[in-house]
């Protein structure tokens, strides 16, 4: 499976948007799982968002609901992770991860051990 490279980190005040990249290479992507995942101080990968390619339909961990959005560009192969009214417990580095293994609970989606491919990180920093 092809690296994805992250990109779009930084240094927000809380309230504040950023928008993270997931570049891919290679493909086709369709019966991919794409994921964000985010961890904070080498503690366990919490889930973030995920999505099978195309989008039709959308996980997101509880607290991001309603804040992060999750979409794909097959024109780019780019995952999208727009993050709005961020938080300073938001802080953390953000990775992307795929697979194209088949998931049959909605709970696959949430575990880490299920991806195989992922990015180096993005750090997002969200000040008080």
């Known amino acids: 499976q092809a690296q994805p490279v992250e990109s779009g980190g930084g240094l927000v005040q809380t309230g504040g948007s950023l928008r993270l990249s997931c570049r891919l290479s290679?493909?086709?992507?369709?019966?991919?799982?794409m994921a964000w995942f985010r961890e904070v101080d080498g503690k366990e990968r919490q889930f973030v968002a995920a999505t099978k390619w195309g989008g039709l339909a959308t996980y997101y961990g509880d607290s991001v609901k309603g804040r992060f959005t999750i979409s794909t560009d097959s024109d780019t192969s780019t995952i999208y992770l727009q993050m709005n009214s961020l938080r300073p417990d938001d802080s953390a580095a953000y990775y992307c991860?795929?697979?194209?293994?088949?998931?049959?609970?909605?709970?696959?989606?949430?575990?880490?051990?299920?991806?195989?491919?992922w990015g180096q990180g993005t750090q997002v920093t969200v000040s008080s």
């Open positions: 290679g493909g086709p992507y369709g019966n991919y799982v």
């Open positions: 991860a795929l697979t194209d293994r088949t998931f049959f609970s909605t709970a696959d989606y949430y575990r880490p051990s299920k991806y195989d491919s």
